[in-house]
């Protein structure tokens, strides 16, 4: 502790104080310290990289917020699980129990898990884990080099590969 004086609380309001000038303090050289060279190229929307492409207020596919209300359940089915592990698993309550705390865990826990299961299990059979895949798209590339030459150079390529390494040495 710094004095008497200060209590814990009053510890944590200067650590909170004094980690909120860090970050301002930060905040506040960089932006004094930047260049200011704006640009058309600067100014455009970012998307990865890529250039966008429509409208901003386009929506979502709901297997989208499916998939990631899936993943935060067993998320937080790993969280409780964890927790459930060290308060259930101390011998000492085993032992004055008698053998029956760890099967009341046990059977709290597969309950638990089997509700998590059964959820899991609707959203299969209800098809919304599936996920729909766009239709490949082919692209077609006109050539000057006839099929003919293609066809004719992939099976000298697969004659050279079903040759054995000594044979291959004396082709070159």
């Known amino acids: 502790m710094l004095t008497p004086a200060i209590s814990s609380f009053g510890?944590?309001?200067?650590?909170?104080?004094?980690?909120?000038?860090?970050?301002?303090?930060?905040?506040?050289?960089?932006?004094?310290?930047?260049?200011?060279?704006?640009?058309?190229?600067?100014?455009?929307?970012y998307e990865s990289g890529e250039e966008p492409s429509g409208s901003a207020w386009g929506q979502f596919n709901v297997r989208f917020y499916i998939i990631a209300l899936v993943f935060i359940l067993f998320d937080v089915e790993l969280v409780f699980l964890f927790p459930w592990a060290?308060?259930?698993?101390?011998?000492?309550?085993?032992?004055?129990?008698?053998?029956?705390?760890?099967?009341?865990?046990?059977?709290?826990?597969?309950?638990?898990?089997?509700?998590?299961?059964?959820?899991?299990?609707?959203?299969?059979?209800?098809?919304?884990?599936?996920?729909?895949r766009p239709a490949p798209e082919v692209r077609q590339i006109e050539s000057p080099v006839p099929e003919k030459l293609y066809q004719k150079v992939n099976a000298q390529v697969a004659s050279f590969s079903s040759t054995s390494p000594k044979e291959k040495r004396s082709v070159v």
């Open 86 to 132: 060290t308060v259930f698993g101390r011998r000492e309550l085993i032992a004055e129990s008698g053998g029956l705390w760890g099967w009341f865990a046990l059977a709290e826990m597969a309950l638990f898990v089997g509700i998590l299961a059964l959820g899991l299990a609707w959203a299969w059979a209800r098809g919304l884990l599936e996920w729909v």
């Open 11 to 45: 510890e944590m309001l200067l650590y909170l104080i004094g980690g909120l000038v860090f970050v301002l303090g930060a905040l506040a050289t960089a932006w004094l310290i930047r260049p200011a060279r704006p640009n058309v190229e600067k100014l455009s929307t």
